[in-house]
């Protein structure tokens, strides 16, 4: 499967812990993004690298947030001190660079549940 | 704030029947949009997209229109299965940049 791969499918944690996840985009694309959606809910953007640079940051992505992309390929999403707020599902996306105006593809998220 | 919206949260139809599903955006300055479709527990599956220079694309089975006057999308599904039964989103790039803004979805029933 060359499709966006995420790990892993689900995260079950306590209030306070650590978690890390992780995106391994299409090959040959150098734009990746992050996003979080709850239930009934469409995906809201949280950022997006091109290759290594983190090019865009809501202002979701509070400072307990962390992403890198440190060689361009695979890409990590930190959440520190987890709270219940933060149970969703985090789906990572890549697209082909330059602009804006190319289709992101999807991989199917990681659901975090926050116990 | 900006949104992109959908004017019907459910849609039932029959097998066989073509589907119409509508979105409004209100930033007109968006100039990039894609329709996604997601099955429960899956992540979004790219549908089809347009831009801001065309007023229609077609696909299998699949048309997009844009209404740039009034701000609206809709995607047109052809003799609609119940494989296509699932949520469908519409989403736009608002600045050329890389976010997607997401409308809350439209879900799909398809009738057998």
């Known amino acids: 499967d060359t499709g966006v791969s995420q790990n892993p499918r689900h995260k079950i944690t306590k209030r306070g812990q650590n978690v890390t996840f992780r995106c391994d985009p299409i090959?040959?694309?150098?734009?990746l993004y992050w996003y979080r959606q709850t239930l009934g809910q469409g995906p809201e953007f949280l950022t997006y690298?091109?290759?290594?640079?983190?090019?865009?940051k809501s202002r979701l992505l509070s400072d307990r947030f962390s992403a890198e992309r440190p060689k361009g390929s695979f890409s990590t999403l930190e959440i520190q001190r987890t709270e219940q707020g933060d149970s969703a599902m985090y789906l990572c996306a890549s697209s082909l660079g330059g602009s804006g105006n190319q289709p992101q593809h999807f991989g199917d998220g990681t659901r975090l549940s926050i116990l | 704030g900006e949104s992109v919206g959908l004017h019907l949260p459910t849609l039932s139809v029959q097998e066989g029947d073509n589907s119409i599903i509508n979105c409004a955006y209100s930033?007109?300055?968006?100039?990039?949009f894609i329709w996604y479709k997601q099955e429960s527990g899956k992540g979004p599956q790219f549908i089809i997209d347009i831009r801001s220079n065309m007023d229609k694309r077609q696909g299998q089975r699949v048309t997009v229109l844009l209404n740039k006057t009034v701000k609206h999308l809709s995607l047109q599904i052809a003799a609609t299965q119940p494989g296509d039964s699932a949520v469908y989103f519409c989403a736009e790039n608002p600045d050329q940049g890389g976010k997607l803004i997401f409308g809350q979805g439209t879900e799909l029933s398809v009738k057998p």
């Open positions: 690298f091109q290759n290594e640079a983190q090019l865009e």
């Open positions: 930033n007109s300055a968006s100039d990039y």
């Open positions: 090959s040959e694309h150098n734009r």
